[in-house]
């Protein structure tokens, strides 16, 4: 089945534990990004990347990273989280290197206290 | 969960009517435009996209209709079903460039 994979599903953890969102796709597609969604603001882009060794700054960048050594693999990482990264995140795919026809994951519930 | 929004826009139909969403673009030159519904804990779901050449395209119960003079994308939803209870998003992707902007979203409620 295609699809994208994220884990994990629900995270809490503390201010400046460093944690990693793993998120893996088996469509072979070129674009990966990640999203967070917050009441009242909807889905800001976090970074995306076009292709393997390819990435950039999104909308909402920072105190993130990512990094997309394999075509499939694209993990956000939180080198010191913060309350205010408290969100919901999304890892999302598509074929092409733009983002068009977007193929979501279910999403990671992250709580940082 | 229920972090999709509060405060969201909500349009309540009855099952088996018609419904209209619509979505006021920001970027008159903005090329690509995409419609997408998120269930209560999923993420977004691709309905139907179209692009700044066409003014219409018709899927599988839905429509788009694209006004570009007024900047305007409009989804229409035919014969609405409670499976359609959803949170709705636009998004468009300015031309000659990768970024997506999303709508805030309109939430749909479906009555039966």
């Known amino acids: 089945e295609a699809q994208v994979t994220q884990n994990p599903r629900y995270l809490i953890t503390v201010t400046g534990k460093k944690l990693t969102v793993t998120c893996s796709q088996n469509?072979?597609?070129?674009?990966m990004s990640w999203y967070r969604q917050d009441p009242g603001l909807g889905l800001r882009q976090i970074y995306y990347?076009?292709?393997?060794?390819?990435?950039d700054k999104g909308d909402v960048p920072e105190g993130y990273k990512v990094s997309r050594k394999e075509k499939r693999n694209f993990p956000l990482i939180l080198e010191s989280p913060s309350p205010n990264q408290t969100s919901l995140y999304f890892c999302?795919?598509?074929?092409?290197?733009?983002?068009?026809?977007?193929?979501f994951g279910s999403g990671t519930q992250l709580s940082v206290l | 969960g229920e972090s999709v929004g509060l405060h969201l826009p909500t349009l309540s139909v009855q099952e088996g009517d018609n419904s209209i969403i619509n979505c006021a673009y920001s970027?008159?030159?903005?090329?690509?435009f995409i419609w997408y519904k998120q269930e209560s804990g999923k993420g977004p779901q691709f309905i139907i996209d179209i692009r700044s050449n066409m003014d219409k395209r018709q899927g599988q119960r839905v429509t788009v209709l694209l006004n570009k003079t007024v900047k305007h994308l409009s989804l229409q939803i035919a014969a609405t079903q409670p499976g359609d209870s959803a949170v709705y998003f636009c998004a468009e992707i300015k031309a000659a460039g990768n970024k997506l902007t999303f709508g805030g979203g309109t939430r749909v409620l479906v009555k039966p």
């Open positions: 999302a795919s598509s074929l092409g290197t733009r983002s068009e026809k977007l193929f």
């Open positions: 970027n008159s030159a903005s090329d690509y």
């Open positions: 990347s076009m292709n393997v060794e390819v990435t």
């Open positions: 469509m072979n597609h070129e674009y």
